[in-house]
């Protein structure tokens, strides 16, 4: 069975400042991995995938992660937060086999200083 | 195109009373689920559905039945509801690789 850990718990970065969000999962193969962000009191958005090929996966809103297969990470990146990105993340992973079961980390909230 | 459909969004029940949260979607999604979110503890997978016909247990199934039909919907019922069950409730589809796509939730307080 697969899992996910986030090991953030919260993160301030200061607004046009760069992020990093970690993401560490465990499976017996090569899953499929994904992050999801949830504003205040919202639904959960879908910012990017890892399926297969490249590596690097370019997401929304100017997100990107880096799957490294060596370090069971699926690391979230961000150039330069903005203050609307204040929000809760989540990283997942999907089994690629028959049943396409996605289990979720806990998540980590960023919080922006002005 | 509505997506995936949950309703109600807002429920309160009294400790004992059983309900069905219902979750439609419209994407021809092989894959339902769903999952529970609770404060600190991220999303968890109660139960899932490869396709009609075919239900499984996901992480945290006990005091829930789901049952799949159609491809269309896929009903979470609470059998006897417990005031652990307080938590709000997403369903979610999903084709093979694509990720899930939600619901906008249900808040469930039980009393």
């Known amino acids: ?114 | 195109n509505a997506g995936v459909t949950q309703t109600p969004k807002f429920q309160v029940l009294k400790t004992g009373q059983s309900m069905t949260l219902q979750c439609a979607q419209d994407m021809n999604h092989e894959y339902m689920s769903w999952y529970r979110q609770d404060p600190g503890m991220g999303l968890r997978l109660i139960h899932y559905s490869v396709g009609a016909g075919i239900t499984d247990q996901g992480e945290v199934p006990n005091g829930y039945n789901v049952s799949r039909s159609t491809t269309e919907d896929f009903p979470l019922r609470l059998l006897s509801a417990a005031p652990s069950q307080t938590s709000v409730y997403f369903c979610a589809s999903s084709y093979r690789g694509g990720g899930a796509f939600f619901g906008q939730g249900t808040r469930l307080t039980v009393v």
């Open chain 1, 1 to 114: 069975a697969q899992s996910v850990t986030q090991p953030d718990i919260h993160i301030t970065v200061s607004e046009g400042a760069s992020l990093e969000l970690r993401c560490n999962y465990s499976y017996g193969a090569t899953p499929y991995l994904f992050w999801y962000v949830q504003s205040p009191g919202q639904g959960l958005q879908l910012l990017l995938k890892y399926f297969s090929g490249d590596t690097l996966v370019q997401g929304i809103k100017g997100f990107e992660a880096e799957f490294k297969r060596s370090q069971s990470s699926f690391n979230l990146r961000k150039p330069s937060v903005h203050w609307s990105d204040a929000a809760e993340y989540f990283c997942a992973v999907g089994a690629r086999n028959r049943d396409d079961k996605i289990i979720f980390g806990k998540g980590t909230r960023l919080h922006i200083l002005p």
